[in-house]
């Protein structure tokens, strides 16, 4: 199993510039989410899916979108970057979060810089 | 609202000294608490968790003690590596039904000297 993949692992952008972070898990896990991490605040959520055809809002959404067409992707958009934006974007997936199957399993993370 | 609070780092540790880096939470209801470690350029592994008051997770020489009374959930290890360098973050779920969303602290930085 390669688990959890993200790409890209590092990205450029430059301010109004549109791109999609790919994220995608071959454990066939129903539960996905997208977190962003900046120095000293943690991980924040910002959307996630219980299922395929199934999202909803995290802590942070603004300026993000999600889409959940197969069970494996989970991509997030970003339709006009800024400079706010500029964060490292964690993926995590899992069976449930409930019960001994709730364990959440990360991805490497994508470093996003806009300029 | 629901919150974790954790002690700033870095904390600067010999190795096999001991380890202890403070996490407490507020929250409504009965959450579960996890320890998560990230060693650098990778993501977040669970390292340890508790789902109920007085439960001690353990993993790798790591423990965490599920303190109601204190609302704490403190992370110690008896005698650290070069390899446990590392930033280690507390993290409570809760919700009662549907999805439980992860609320994490900010992170504290280990670093083991030889």
């Known amino acids: 199993n390669a688990g959890v993949t993200q790409t890209p692992k590092f990205q450029v952008l430059k301010t109004g510039q549109s791109m999609t972070l790919q994220c995608a898990q071959d454990?066939?896990?129903?539960?996905m989410s997208w977190y962003r991490q900046d120095p000293g605040m943690g991980l924040r959520l910002i959307h996630y899916?219980?299922?395929?055809?199934?999202?909803d809002q995290g802590e942070v959404p603004n300026g993000y979108n999600v889409s959940r067409s197969t069970t494996e992707d989970f991509p997030l958009r970003l339709l006009s970057a800024a400079p706010s934006q500029t964060s490292v974007y964690f993926c995590?997936?899992?069976?449930?979060?409930?019960?001994?199957?709730?364990?959440?399993?990360f991805g490497p993370g994508t470093r996003l810089t806009v300029l | 609202g629901n919150s974790v609070t954790q002690m700033e780092g870095p904390v600067t540790l010999s190795e096999e000294a001991f380890l202890t880096i403070n996490c407490t939470y507020t929250?409504?209801?009965?959450?579960?608490l996890f320890w998560y470690v990230q060693y650098p350029g990778e993501g977040l592994q669970l390292l340890l968790k508790?789902?109920?008051?007085?439960d001690k997770g353990s993993n790798k020489g790591f423990e965490a003690t599920y303190r109601k009374e204190t609302t704490s959930f403190h992370l110690e290890k008896g005698s650290v590596q070069v390899s446990d360098s590392a930033v280690y973050f507390c993290?409570?779920?809760?919700?009662?039904?549907?999805?439980?969303?992860?609320?994490f602290g900010t992170g504290t930085r280990l670093l083991v000297s030889p």
């Open positions: 899916s219980v299922g395929a055809g199934i999202t």
């Open positions: 929250a409504t209801g009965y959450p579960s």
């Open positions: 508790a789902t109920k008051a007085d």
């Open positions: 454990m066939n896990h129903e539960y």
């Open positions: 993290a409570l779920r809760w919700g009662s039904t549907g999805f439980q969303k992860l609320v």
């Open positions: 995590a997936s899992s069976y449930s979060n409930r019960g001994k199957l709730d364990e959440q399993f």
